[in-house]
DNA sequence: TTAATTTGTTAGTCATAGCTAACTTTTTTA
DNA sequence: TAAAAAAGTTAGCTATGACTAACAAATTAA
């Protein structure tokens, strides 16, 4: 009895909300989570993520003290990367087998990654060969929840002169998607940064022969590898 | 203004009382559809489907009078043959590109019958182009809505001597299909009625080589189209 | 170190979708 | 045709997961 697992009891809420706590857990491991903080990122009142807090606490999935900050339990962490799982294997179905662009796949994903069972998304896998990445260039975890996970930093923390490889995006916005693409961005693209303008902070970069300016906040949602 | 859609604001509670009215409409079309016959069907309390019904009747799906049978609107047909046709074309993914069996499909086409994309089920319908037919035999509606309806008839209501062609099974309980399966009857199969027993109605029939002795019940949940 | 601001909590309300128990209407049977 | 049974309705309750408004604690700024 080393693991009371609860197999599957959760609503699609508390899973939503399980999820975005990893999420904001990993997307700056230095700053503990929030309760409006979680708010904020999911769209509904403070006084609504309390509640569900507190019943994620008494499930066991999430712990923290009165007026202090968020955590996840090992539990709550599996729940998230399951989900986390389930939407990128998802979204790689969508673009590569259902002719979605990578900007159509994250809103019916945030609803297929809700279905329960088991045998659906690890067949799916395996129909799609054990892809490893999603079509923003996120890793997929396994079957057992193990994941890598991949030195990103975002295009807008590197300085003049400095060169990059893009290996990921933020998915959370259709717009900014379809900007990337139009540009001439994919995952893969080499890009040069020409300027950091102190100004407004905008990026001129040069890839495959194209030069572009782009705005800090666009940079913010592209993840790069620095090679130079 | 011919038609007002209303797309898609309905509640997966919602949707699945319309099917539900719907399948119980084309079971047996010579008696109406009745609330507690609804509230059986789906193992909810007379209640609970009294109060949906006035909902579903508000937003102009059903029309019934005050203590008297349900039927649907042409919007309320639209809407639950378009659930079914998202059912049908899960499970018939699921079980030729997923490896599941067909005892194992309907409970997660359930769910997946809910989400909310009509390019995901236009794409998926194209992908496996265009299927006629799911698994256990039923006609799938195509993107306009447009069905045929196969003649067909209960395994139970053939006579001695009488040969038919196994068209389709209900595919509601797991144990049923499986039983199916072992005994060595699948779609297409030509069964040959050898005795009616007149005690108990069991039926023995002659299929493949194969003589095997069926109860009623068994019987009432194969579809046929007669031969001879 | 007090005051202002931010963050977190609580109380009370609403909608959805179930339930039981009691009631009314309709249908069937005697 | 009157009584019994079945079918349908209503009232009132519960749980989930939103909300606003009011309040308390913690943090930051003055
Ligand atoms: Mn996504
Ligand atoms: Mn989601
Ligand atoms: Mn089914
Ligand atoms: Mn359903």
Redesign the pocket.
């Known amino acids: 009895m080393t693991n009371k697992l609860n197999l599957n009891n959760?609503?699609?809420?508390?899973e939503?909300?399980l999820k975005a706590i990893f999420q904001l857990l990993i997307e700056d491991a230095s700053v503990?989570?929030?309760?409006?903080?979680?708010?904020d990122y999911?769209?509904?009142?403070?006084?609504?993520?309390?509640?569900?807090?507190?019943?994620l606490k008494a499930k066991g999935y999430v712990v923290?003290?009165?007026?202090?900050?968020?955590d996840l339990t090992e539990g709550g962490k599996s729940v998230a990367v399951r989900l986390i799982r389930k939407h990128r294997l998802w979204e790689t179905f969508l673009c590569n087998y259902l002719n979605f662009t990578w900007d159509e796949v994250h809103d019916v994903a945030e609803q297929l990654e809700h279905i329960k069972s088991r045998k659906l998304i690890d067949e799916l896998d395996r129909f799609m060969d054990f892809p490893k990445k999603d079509p923003h260039g996120e890793m997929i975890p396994n079957a057992n929840g193990e994941y890598s996970i991949v030195p990103k930093i975002t295009l807008s923390s590197l300085s003049e002169g400095d060169v990059c490889q893009l290996v990921a995006v933020n998915d959370g916005s259709v717009h900014f998607l379809k900007y990337v693409s139009e540009i001439g961005l994919a995952l893969s693209s080499e890009i040069k940064i020409l300027e950091v303008r102190e100004f407004d902070k905008s990026i001129r970069i040069k890839f495959d022969n194209t030069i572009e300016t782009v705005t800090r906040k666009f940079a913010d949602n592209v993840f790069v590898n620095k090679v130079v």
């Open positions: 959760l609503t699609k809420s508390e939503d909300y503990k989570v929030g309760n409006n903080q979680l708010a999911l769209k509904v009142s403070p006084a609504s993520t309390n509640n569900m807090i507190k019943k923290s003290e009165k007026y202090g900050k968020l």
